[in-house]
């Protein structure tokens, strides 16, 4: 069985990512994940996610994967026992001294180790299994070649790989520009992303006789800015190399995102699992093209690849508002959730995991505010719950959608 790995930056994107067909999430606490600016959970809001999923036989991971300093062991201590009791699925480690801590203190939580330790062959491979990690996260790195060397050679660990989201210009990570700009460290969850920013060469006699070549056009040039991996139509290749888990990443990503990309990577799977190949590749590539990304690449699938760089303006934006989220569905209407504006007489598609509502759309009719017991034309009360006619039969969790019109 291939696993569908999807981020969950709140309790919210959890709910999301197990309607939408995550098999499993991995999120972060407030401390010791490397998405500090994400929501992250509360240790309560960890053990709720944990049985939530538990209750639909779904797992959530843990991340912990800072390079701890001295000043993080004791209070990590405590936070690898209080998962342990929690109930968490596995860790994500990265700190070669937090797995030997997590094993000590916390011995029943199995650690699976983050992309963040570089894991880029198969003797780093088989020297995490020794030391009792049941699962490595590949560097992004590696090509199918050197994946399948690495399960040839280390068939008793399981193989975790990126297949979906943003990417780093550093060697899986391990980037110190933004420690360098702003003091904030990447390695610690305080990622400013300077690698995303725009930069101008200016003329300077340090360097003259070492030039430096870039592309630019007319906003100036992107050197450092990285396309995002998509690897959709990789997934019957990914599987022969011997990865188990399909990560998608992005906890600090939309709930619109987080609904799309899981939506097409779980009709992927299952087409692929259930057919041998994936038919319908360009149907969910294209869907993959409704949220907010950057070009998409291959990257090092197949080996070497300089199309990697980013030169134009950078993202494209979501092509759809997220209106509402369905709380509950029946007798030809839905409760929703109020997430952006909207108002009767406009036009609505439906996001749903089930394809035979999946891409319908309806013009929104009367709208009813139960809490004020009256009518309105005009949602516009933040995160408030509405009622309004739908002539098909949604699920809860499946979502409403509007197209952008600028």
Same mark, same amino acid.
């Given at each position: 069985?291939?696993?569908?790995?999807?981020?969950?930056?709140?309790?919210?994107?959890?709910?999301?990512?197990?309607?939408?067909?995550?098999?499993?999430?991995?999120?972060?606490?407030?401390?010791?994940?490397?998405?500090?600016?994400?929501?992250?959970?509360?240790?309560?809001?960890?053990?709720?996610?944990?049985?939530?999923?538990?209750?639909?036989?779904?797992?959530?991971?843990?991340?912990?994967?800072?390079?701890?300093?001295?000043?993080?062991?004791?209070?990590?201590?405590?936070?690898?026992?209080?998962?342990?009791?929690?109930?968490?699925?596995?860790?994500?480690?990265?700190?070669?001294?937090?797995?030997?801590?997590?094993?000590?203190?916390?011995?029943?939580? &199995?650690?699976?180790?983050?992309?963040?330790?570089?894991?880029?062959? *198969?003797?780093?491979?088989?020297?995490?299994?020794?030391?009792?990690?049941?699962?490595?996260?590949?560097?992004?790195?590696?090509?199918?070649?050197?994946?399948?060397?690495?399960?040839?050679?280390?068939?008793?660990?399981?193989?975790?790989?990126?297949?979906?989201?943003?990417?780093? *210009?550093?060697?899986?990570?391990?980037?110190?520009?933004?420690?360098?700009?702003?003091?904030?460290?990447?390695?610690?969850?305080?990622?400013?992303?300077?690698?995303?920013?725009?930069?101008?060469?200016?003329?300077?006699?340090?360097?003259?006789?070492?030039?430096?070549?870039?592309?630019?056009?007319?906003?100036?040039?992107?050197?450092?800015?990285?396309?995002?991996?998509?690897?959709?139509?990789?997934?019957?290749?990914?599987?022969?190399?011997?990865?188990?888990?399909?990560?998608?990443?992005?906890?600090?990503?939309?709930?619109?995102?987080?609904?799309?990309?899981?939506?097409?990577?779980?009709?992927?799977?299952?087409?692929?699992?259930?057919?041998?190949?994936?038919?319908? %590749?360009?149907?969910? &590539?294209?869907?993959?093209?409704?949220?907010?990304?950057?070009?998409?690449?291959?990257?090092?699938?197949?080996?070497?690849?300089?199309?990697?760089?980013?030169?134009?303006?950078?993202?494209?934006?979501?092509?759809?508002?997220?209106?509402?989220?369905?709380?509950?569905?029946? &007798?030809?209407?839905? %409760?929703?959730?109020?997430?952006?504006?909207?108002?009767?007489?406009?036009?609505?598609?439906?996001?749903?995991?089930?394809?035979?509502?999946?891409?319908?759309?309806?013009?929104?009719?009367?709208?009813?505010?139960?809490?004020?017991? *009256? *009518?309105?034309?005009?949602?516009?009360?933040?995160?408030?719950?509405?009622?309004?006619?739908?002539?098909?039969?949604?699920?809860?969790?499946?979502?409403?959608?509007?197209?952008?019109?600028?």
């Amino acid at each position: 069985m291939l696993e569908l790995l999807m981020p969950a930056g709140n309790l919210k994107k959890l709910k999301t990512a197990f309607h939408f067909g995550a098999d499993a999430v991995y999120l972060g606490g407030k401390d010791f994940s490397l998405r500090a600016f994400a929501d992250n959970f509360t240790e309560e809001e960890i053990k709720e996610g944990i049985n939530f999923a538990h209750n639909l036989g779904k797992k959530v991971y843990v991340t912990a994967n800072i390079f701890a300093k001295n000043a993080d062991i004791d209070k990590a201590r405590d936070y690898f026992v209080f998962l342990e009791q929690a109930g968490a699925d596995a860790i994500l480690i990265s700190d070669i001294g937090l797995v030997s801590l997590c094993r000590e203190c916390a011995p029943n939580l &199995n650690i699976h180790l983050s992309t963040q330790a570089n894991t880029t062959n *198969m003797l780093a491979v088989k020297f995490w299994y020794s030391l009792g990690i049941k699962r490595v996260v590949l560097a992004r790195e590696l090509s199918f070649d050197e994946i399948s060397e690495i399960h040839r050679e280390v068939p008793q660990i399981e193989l975790e790989a990126f297949v979906h989201g943003a990417m780093c *210009m550093s060697f899986s990570g391990r980037c110190f520009l933004s420690s360098y700009f702003s003091g904030r460290s990447a390695n610690r969850g305080e990622c400013i992303q300077p690698c995303r920013w725009n930069y101008r060469l200016t003329e300077t006699e340090r360097h003259a006789d070492k030039p430096l070549d870039l592309e630019e056009d007319e906003r100036c040039t992107y050197f450092m800015n990285s396309r995002d991996l998509r690897l959709l139509g990789h997934i019957p290749e990914i599987a022969a190399a011997g990865v188990v888990s399909l990560k998608v990443e992005g906890r600090m990503k939309s709930e619109f995102y987080v609904a799309t990309v899981a939506n097409a990577y779980r009709h992927a799977i299952d087409e692929y699992l259930k057919e041998g190949k994936i038919i319908n %590749t360009d149907k969910y &590539n294209a869907s993959l093209e409704t949220v907010s990304h950057r070009t998409y690449t291959d990257a090092y699938f197949d080996g070497d690849n300089p199309d990697t760089v980013c030169l134009d303006e950078g993202i494209s934006k979501e092509k759809y508002v997220f209106t509402a989220v369905v709380l509950n569905a029946s &007798n030809g209407k839905i %409760t929703v959730e109020m997430r952006n504006r909207f108002k009767t007489g406009e036009n609505a598609l439906i996001l749903s995991p089930d394809d035979s509502v999946n891409g319908k759309t309806f013009t929104i009719g009367e709208i009813y505010l139960p809490e004020k017991e *009256m *009518m309105t034309d005009d949602a516009k009360l933040v995160q408030h719950i509405y009622e309004f006619s739908c002539p098909y039969s949604l699920n809860v969790g499946d979502i409403i959608l509007e197209e952008k019109t600028n």
